[in-house]
């Protein structure tokens, strides 16, 4: 797909939803919008079934908002809350098996670069801490081990959420959850470090706390992923409806678990990622 | 042992209706076309079609993503073909822009979805159903699910090889057969008049 062919055949402009005829007067496609244009433009998701205060919500949000092509990009996603939101978002979306996620996203990049030899064709996975961290964990690896050019992004609300409350891997050490009543027994899995060591080339732990570094995180993920290298972004998407606090206090909750040490927001970037970086940001406004 | 034929009928069929190629029905070649399930030449189907049309208290258009969007040359003109019948026939037009299954959040009085057809068939009361312009997997998705739940009289105009679900179905629907149509009806609508 190109921008170009976000045209409504004239014959019925008339009978188009409002949504559409929205989405190409003041939609994103081709205009390399960021975060601080967000308010200016019809967003790609505008309704959503999750929670209130949803951490994943904004996260989602913010995430869709920074996307360097929209109208280039296929968003592969798995089970999960976020699950519940992408029917309702206004891009490429495939939803697959759980834990099966990179596993077709590495089969979808490898098809559009057959394809579309010449274009860029963004391949994005945005799935839960559950699908990535522990029922996909093995397609994950073995995407990265790979060096498969796709962007992973988890959306790390540290909790099996829409099925009740149970612990996952991202679960922190003692978390009481709805269905885990006695506490996590182990530690949370420290995938950024895994990812690292697996081969992605840019990785970064980052929050809706701090829109702009998201923000900056994602658009580098996605540009790096076209030709360096897999790149992993985690996502710190809290869950008021399972950790039982008011919905208003998410973004509170980032903050002080950013600032008593027990969620680390990091980046690493390989050297030929910095390089590539250094190149494509060059010169353009900083996120 | 005897075996009836299946026939693609109006529905309500009840939920989970057959795929109709797993009951043996086949799809035609170039020039011919399917009425409720058997082959049929092209000309007798549009005949049909109109008769459908015409007669129908509440007909529909829904053009799907390959028509509503103008992304290669000659859509837009093949649009406003659509278009003309659909006005010629006294059928009103509702778009199915993209297959998102968008459940529950669809308005149905202006869109389609092909996830669940049947909640804007049931809204808008519609009879007679005409596809066109959608690409062929979620095409026989709907169909079946309006089959199975409605009891509205599909048509497929296909521009490729037709759709085994729908009561009516053209293959290979191109400017020419859409101005056959269109005559047909014109011509039809004339002779009602009469």
């Given at each position: ?287 | ?162 759709h085994e679900d729908a009561m009516i179905s053209l293959c290979c629907m191109g400017m020419p057969e859409l101005a056959r149509l269109t005559e047909i009806i014109q011509s039809m609508k004339g002779e009602q008049a009469a």
């Amino acid at each position: 797909m190109s921008k170009d062919f976000l045209r409504i055949s004239p014959a019925f402009e008339d009978v188009m939803p409002a949504e559409y005829r929205e989405l190409v007067a003041s939609g994103p496609y081709g205009k390399g919008y960021g975060i601080s244009d967000l308010g200016s433009h019809k967003e790609l998701l505008e309704e959503h079934p999750l929670c209130a205060g949803c951490g994943l919500a904004l996260s989602l949000r913010l995430t869709l908002s920074v996307l360097p092509a929209p109208e280039d990009t296929v968003i592969v996603g798995s089970t999960g809350c976020s699950a519940l939101a992408f029917p309702q978002v206004a891009l490429h979306n495939i939803h697959s098996l759980f834990g099966n996620q990179n596993a077709v996203a590495s089969g979808l990049k490898r098809a559009l670069k057959l394809r579309f030899p010449d274009k860029h064709k963004d391949v994005v996975v945005v799935a839960g801490d559950g699908a990535t961290a522990d029922i996909g964990l093995d397609m994950v690896m073995q995407s990265w081990f790979r060096g498969e050019l796709i962007t992973t992004i988890m959306l790390d609300n540290e909790a099996y959420a829409n099925t009740g409350g149970q612990e996952s891997g991202m679960s922190p050490k003692g978390a009481v959850l709805y269905m885990a009543p006695k506490g996590k027994k182990f530690q949370k899995v420290n995938m950024p470090e895994l990812a690292r060591e697996a081969g992605c080339v840019y990785v970064a732990a980052v929050s809706p706390a701090n829109p702009k570094r998201l923000g900056k995180a994602i658009k580098r993920a996605i540009l790096v992923a076209r030709e360096v290298g897999p790149t992993y972004v985690q996502i710190f998407a809290p869950c008021p409806t399972n950790f039982k606090f008011k919905p208003q206090e998410t973004i509170k909750r980032i903050k002080e678990r950013e600032k008593d040490g027990t969620y680390l927001m990091r980046e690493y970037i390989s050297p030929e990622a910095q390089e590539y970086l250094a190149a494509m940001e060059g010169g353009t406004k900083d996120e | 042992m005897s075996i009836t034929p299946y026939r693609v009928l109006v529905g309500p069929e009840g939920y989970l209706p057959p795929a109709a190629a797993s009951r043996g029905i086949l799809l035609p070649e170039k020039g011919e076309a399917l009425i409720e399930g058997a082959i049929v030449p092209e000309e007798e189907a549009m005949q049909a079609i109109a008769t459908k049309l015409l007669s129908a208290k509440n007909p529909f258009f829904f053009p799907g993503p390959q028509l509503l969007w103008d992304w290669k040359e000659g859509v837009a003109l093949k649009a406003q073909a659509v278009k003309k019948l659909a006005d010629l026939a006294g059928a009103r037009v509702i778009p199915m822009p993209d297959y998102r299954p968008k459940y529950p959040m669809i308005n149905p009085a202006v869109e389609i979805n092909p996830n669940h057809p049947n909640l804007t068939i049931w809204h808008n009361k519609i009879d007679v159903c005409v596809f066109i312009g959608v690409h062929c997997h979620y095409a026989n998705m709907a169909l079946k699910i309006i089959r199975g739940g409605t009891s509205c009289y599909t048509i497929a105009l296909c521009g490729e090889a037709g759709h085994e679900d729908a009561m009516i179905s053209l293959c290979c629907m191109g400017m020419p057969e859409l101005a056959r149509l269109t005559e047909i009806i014109q011509s039809m609508k004339g002779e009602q008049a009469a």
